[in-house]
């Protein structure tokens, strides 16, 4: 599965959109973009994914650019609530033997 | 959605003793389970793949003997960490492909358990 790049850590006013980058350079043409978050000391929460058009849904838009080398996560209205750490996840199509590798992902602070 | 349940949430035993975490389909079949460990300010590693019916694949590093996998039905699958030590310590996490439909991105995961070794 191909390997993500994502900041390290970001902040956000509360109330306003934050946008999370992911590069992923190496993906292929059948390799998913996952986008996962996890609240301090809980599992992961499932967010969006795509594999090539913008997919939409009542968490998050998620734009993948055309090349598909990189992705963005948007919260269009982020809350305190939305701080977490923030995984963009790369792999392949159907495979039921699959398993999702987690990155170092990105910390989102949201601020009052 | 997808529901997995995972018990316990918090576990404290003393070093030497054997627990066993239960990760459980609620509304879906799993045929193939995954467990992750965590440990503080890291990411989630994956330690081994959990399929119903046969052994589990452990991955590189991981001592099978020492952590036990079961996946006898299709909605439960048990981790049990023997003889525990401190270093054991950790979060503990599963995950479960919803097969054979792709809901919400083909993976759950179960609220995690935070065991501490004494």
């Known amino acids: 599965d191909a390997k993500t790049t994502q900041p390290t850590s970001m902040d956000c006013a509360e109330g306003r959109a934050a946008n999370l980058p992911c590069n992923h350079s190496?993906?292929?043409?059948?390799?998913?973009v996952y986008w996962y978050r996890q609240i301090h000391s809980q599992g992961p929460q499932y967010i969006i994914h795509?594999?090539?058009n913008n997919e939409t849904n009542e968490m998050a838009s998620l734009i993948i650019t055309e090349d598909r080398k990189s992705s963005t996560l948007i919260l269009p209205h982020a809350t305190l609530r939305d701080t977490a750490v923030y995984y963009c996840?790369?792999?392949?199509?159907?495979?039921?033997?699959?398993?999702?590798?987690f990155g170092g992902g990105t910390r989102l602070m949201v601020k009052p | 959605g997808a529901v997995v349940s995972q018990h316990p949430s918090r576990v404290i035993c003393k070093s030497g003793t054997s627990v066993k975490i239960e990760c459980r389909s609620l509304?879906?079949?799993?045929?193939?389970m995954f467990w992750y460990r965590q440990f503080p300010k890291q990411s989630l590693m994956l330690m081994a793949t959990?399929?119903?019916?046969?052994?589990?694949?452990?991955e590189q590093g991981v001592e099978k003997d020492k952590f036990l996998i079961n996946h006898a039905s299709l909605t439960l699958s048990t981790l049990t960490v023997t003889s525990a030590h401190p270093e054991d310590s950790s979060f503990y996490i599963c995950?479960?492909?919803?097969?054979?439909?792709?809901?919400?991105?083909?993976?759950?995961f179960g609220s995690g358990t935070r065991l501490t070794v004494v």
């Open positions: 995950s479960a492909r919803d097969t054979p439909r792709d809901r919400g991105g083909g993976y759950t």
């Open positions: 509304d879906f079949q799993a045929t193939t």
């Open positions: 190496t993906i292929s043409g059948n390799e998913y």
């Open positions: 959990s399929n119903e019916g046969s052994k589990a694949t452990y």
């Open positions: 795509g594999l090539k």
């Open positions: 996840i790369v792999r392949g199509g159907n495979n039921a033997g699959n398993m999702l590798t």
